[in-house]
């Protein structure tokens, strides 16, 4: 069983930065494709990011492309979202989660490798969620 923590989350000013972090205590997390999606309110659950366990390939949503950058510290046993330039429109609450398979995160969209929009349905590992709000 992987226990996904997430961390980081607050207010911040539009243009401001946060770094949210996921966690998996007990667990190698390098073993394990990670990827950041979000929920805003009345909204469904959005791709934003997603990176590889065995090379860390990234891929971002068109929305974040830019200004956010996932990473990974594997002596901190932790996946990071560095989130800057942000815009209200930002605002929502942000979920880790993990697979073995890299592939669960992604599909193809005119000829290109893409991180799904929709989380797939038989994705089981996820964190509680963190909230960030952008807002000044």
């Known amino acids: 069983q992987v226990q996904l923590v997430e961390s980081g989350g607050g207010l911040v000013q539009p243009g401001g930065s946060l770094r949210l972090s996921c966690a998996a205590p007990?667990?190698?997390?390098?073993?394990?494709?990670i990827g950041w999606f979000r929920q805003a309110p009345g909204k469904e659950r959005e791709g934003v990011s997603c990176?590889?366990?065995?090379?860390?390939?990234?891929y971002y949503s068109d929305s974040v492309k830019g200004r956010f950058t996932i990473s990974r510290d594997n002596a901190k046993n932790t996946v990071y979202l560095q989130m800057d330039s942000l815009k209200p429109e930002d605002t929502a609450v942000y979920y880790c989660?993990?697979?073995?398979?890299?592939?669960?995160?992604?599909?193809?969209?005119?000829?290109?490798?893409?991180?799904?929009?929709?989380?797939?349905?038989?994705?089981?590992?996820w964190g509680q969620g963190t909230q960030v709000t952008v807002s000044s």
């Open positions: 989660a993990a697979d073995v398979l890299f592939s669960q995160f992604l599909t193809v969209r005119r000829n290109s490798v893409v991180m799904l929009t929709t989380p797939a349905d038989d994705l089981n590992y």
């Open positions: 007990g667990v190698t997390l390098d073993a394990y494709a």
């Open positions: 990176i590889s366990n065995l090379d860390n390939t990234a």
